[in-house]
């Protein structure tokens, strides 16, 4: 069965201490590993989709990577407004339109 | 430029009555997905839908839970006799394919049923 396990579970940073989020996982064929960003009451907005082993995305200050097994999101200097839940989601086998959700790491950054 | 629409925001049903929650998907994306939040748990499939055809609805639970995606009008999540497990945070996304998870799902704010 396919399992996305994130930590921490949660993260308090102050404004400018940059630091890691990770995504471990297992699947049979990873059909792409995304990352989501949830703010409270809102749906997941979409951040970044990788492929394969040595893949790096970047978007302000947020830059994914991904090996074979885990995947990192690394937050460079955050400001408050960073604050929210980081999601990670994996493809499942039989096609992209069924992902697998972790638990998500849920981000404060204090003033 | 409307994203995906779900309504309402908020639900409360008494146990064993009936929850319908509808989805608009973005203009122009014909394929249609369901997710539940538990309390304290992760984002869950529930099923993927395009317009008039159900195609995957393997997380989908056995009994009292149906979706349907007519030729016109808005996707419906219909939950019958609910019962407190089901109160949850339901969210629908679109995408212009069938391969939405690859460019990446536009996700509703959701609709927060809560069963009394």
């Known amino acids: 069965e396919d399992q996305v396990t994130q930590s921490p579970e949660a993260l308090r940073l102050q404004e400018g201490e940059s630091s890691s989020l990770n995504c471990s996982y297992t699947?049979?064929?990873?059909?792409?590993l995304f990352w989501y960003r949830q703010d409270p009451g809102k749906g997941p907005e979409f951040l970044f989709t990788?492929?394969?082993a040595g893949e790096e995305k970047e978007k302000e200050r947020l830059k994914a990577t991904l090996t074979k097994k885990e995947s990192f999101l690394h937050i460079t200097a955050p400001k408050p407004e960073d604050s929210a839940t980081y999601l990670c989601a994996v493809g499942a086998p039989g096609g992209a339109q069924k992902l697998v959700f972790g638990q998500g790491t849920r981000l404060t950054i204090n003033p | 430029n409307a994203g995906v629409m779900q309504n309402p925001r908020h639900l409360v049903r008494r146990r064993g009555q009936e929850a319908r929650l509808r989805c608009s998907p973005m203009?122009?994306?014909?394929?249609v997905y369901w997710y539940r939040q538990l309390p304290e748990e992760g984002l869950k499939f529930m099923v993927y839908l395009q317009k008039e055809n159900i195609i995957d609805e393997s997380g989908m639970p056995k009994e009292r839970f149906s979706a349907e995606f007519p030729k016109e009008g808005p996707s419906i999540l219909r939950i019958q006799q609910v019962v407190r497990g089901d109160s949850a945070a339901y969210f629908c996304?679109?995408?212009?394919?069938?391969?939405?998870?690859?460019?990446?799902?536009?996700f509703g704010s959701g609709t927060r049923l809560t069963v009394v």
């Open positions: 990788l492929y394969s």
């Open positions: 699947v049979s064929g990873l059909r792409g």
């Open positions: 203009k122009g994306h014909s394929h």
């Open positions: 996304a679109s995408s212009p394919t069938g391969q939405g998870g690859n460019y990446g799902y536009t």
